[in-house]
């Protein structure tokens, strides 16, 4: 039966994600988790809500409204401009079953998040990559205005690093079709472009799983203008968010006190990892992230992946064709850090 699978599913690779060990010792600083718990209000929200039982007896509300009205007061946008999703990768499925026909066009900087290519594949659309410019700017002019999706990652992945408001505004003036923002990792970084949702072919994406520490409950969204949602909702599934992570997802965003205390502490665990990446003889890219990209020629970073990886130390060894290769390592604990750093010391 395999050869009634359609021919572009068959011929893709499809997205490999990051190792998820089932053996208990690992480090894990290869799948940018927040290091740290959520915030003690989603456990008693999600705890209340099981002892009632309703919310497991039913259907959750497919629109998420209570969800969506405590994410516009939380960031000041329009409760009908939300889109919700089962993490921001299903936003982005949506978004690009929207989109993107069958021989259609999806284009994104490269190198960035790897999903990109294996949506447009699902599609059987054509995926192409412009290479960001040298420091990890936008090109501009943007050479390839007339896709059907264009996606940028910002803060970038593998790099971390962040295009600015007046780039992406750019960016988005000179394209015939929509611009996604992914802004997965934007509650590490000095700044956003959510204002940019405001224009009429931006989308502009977000997730819980990083900096709200619920990766394990799957929750994201997507802001835009209204008219584009409603497309939207013709193409999601009817409950593409279950009740717990959608009452979890309003009580994380309800204790901003906590949410800007771990950013603090992500943000300057980061600060020192690079310092002693560029101590320990890495190239190291500036990160706005909870993750930071470095690269090696001797010894290669390969070695030093599987080397660490047999310590039980796991980051993401990470190959871009025409870039070459690199290691992302998530920020993780204080004490993490310093037993990477330990482990490094030996090895190079």
Same mark, same amino acid.
């Given at each position: 039966?395999?050869?009634?699978?359609?021919?572009?599913?068959?011929?893709?690779?499809?997205?490999?994600?990051?190792?998820?060990?089932?053996?208990?010792?690992?480090?894990?600083?290869? !799948?940018?988790?927040?290091?740290?718990?959520?915030?003690?209000?989603?456990?008693?929200?999600?705890?209340?809500?099981?002892?009632?039982?309703?919310?497991?007896?039913?259907?959750?509300?497919?629109?998420?409204?209570?969800?969506?009205?405590?994410?516009?007061?939380?960031?000041?946008?329009?409760?009908?401009?939300?889109?919700?999703?089962?993490?921001?990768?299903?936003?982005? !499925?949506?978004?690009?079953?929207?989109?993107?026909?069958?021989?259609?066009?999806?284009?994104?900087?490269?190198?960035?998040?790897?999903?990109?290519?294996?949506?447009?594949?699902?599609?059987?659309?054509?995926?192409?990559?412009?290479?960001?410019?040298?420091?990890?700017?936008?090109?501009?002019?943007?050479?390839?205005?007339?896709?059907?999706?264009?996606?940028?990652?910002?803060?970038?992945?593998?790099?971390? !690093?962040?295009?600015?408001?007046?780039?992406?505004?750019?960016?988005?003036?000179?394209?015939?079709?929509?611009?996604?923002?992914?802004?997965?990792?934007?509650?590490?970084?000095?700044?956003?472009?959510?204002?940019?949702?405001?224009?009429?072919?931006?989308?502009?994406?977000?997730?819980?799983?990083?900096?709200?520490?619920?990766?394990?409950?799957?929750?994201?969204?997507?802001?835009?203008?209204?008219?584009?949602?409603?497309?939207?909702?013709?193409?999601?599934?009817?409950?593409?968010?279950?009740?717990?992570?959608?009452?979890?997802?309003?009580?994380?965003?309800?204790?901003?006190?906590?949410?800007?205390?771990?950013?603090?502490?992500?943000?300057?665990?980061?600060?020192?990892?690079?310092?002693?990446?560029?101590?320990?003889?890495?190239?190291?890219?500036?990160?706005?992230?909870?993750?930071?990209?470095?690269?090696?020629?001797?010894?290669?970073?390969?070695?030093?992946?599987?080397?660490?990886?047999?310590?039980?130390?796991?980051?993401?060894?990470?190959?871009?064709?025409?870039?070459?290769?690199?290691?992302?390592?998530?920020?993780?604990?204080?004490?993490?850090?310093?037993?990477?750093?330990?482990?490094?010391?030996?090895?190079?």
């Amino acid at each position: 039966m395999t050869k009634s699978i359609r021919p572009a599913i068959r011929a893709m690779a499809g997205y490999v994600p990051g190792e998820q060990p089932c053996d208990a010792g690992y480090i894990k600083l290869n !799948t940018n988790e927040n290091p740290y718990p959520p915030s003690p209000r989603v456990r008693e929200a999600i705890q209340q809500a099981v002892a009632d039982g309703e919310c497991l007896r039913k259907y959750p509300d497919p629109s998420g409204s209570e969800f969506c009205r405590v994410v516009a007061a939380t960031l000041g946008v329009a409760a009908d401009g939300i889109l919700l999703g089962n993490g921001s990768d299903d936003v982005l !499925t949506i978004i690009t079953r929207a989109f993107v026909h069958e021989g259609g066009l999806v284009v994104s900087p490269s190198p960035s998040y790897l999903l990109y290519r294996t949506l447009a594949e699902i599609q059987g659309a054509k995926f192409q990559a412009v290479p960001f410019n040298d420091d990890w700017t936008l090109p501009d002019p943007w050479p390839i205005p007339d896709a059907q999706l264009t996606l940028v990652a910002n803060p970038n992945s593998p790099s971390g !690093t962040v295009a600015s408001v007046a780039a992406l505004t750019r960016l988005a003036g000179q394209l015939a079709g929509p611009l996604v923002v992914d802004e997965a990792y934007v509650d590490f970084a000095d700044g956003h472009a959510m204002e940019l949702a405001r224009l009429p072919n931006v989308i502009v994406t977000r997730s819980f799983s990083k900096s709200y520490g619920l990766a394990g409950l799957r929750l994201g969204f997507a802001v835009a203008q209204p008219a584009l949602i409603a497309e939207f909702f013709k193409v999601k599934d009817s409950y593409n968010c279950d009740a717990l992570s959608l009452i979890g997802g309003a009580a994380a965003l309800q204790d901003q006190a906590h949410f800007q205390a771990t950013r603090a502490r992500v943000r300057a665990t980061r600060a020192r990892l690079e310092a002693a990446l560029r101590g320990l003889g890495f190239e190291v890219c500036p990160s706005q992230a909870n993750f930071v990209w470095c690269r090696r020629q001797a010894p290669g970073v390969r070695g030093i992946f599987e080397q660490l990886k047999a310590k039980k130390i796991l980051v993401r060894h990470m190959v871009y064709e025409g870039y070459g290769e690199g290691l992302r390592i998530s920020v993780g604990t204080d004490a993490e850090i310093d037993r990477l750093l330990e482990e490094l010391q030996k090895l190079v």
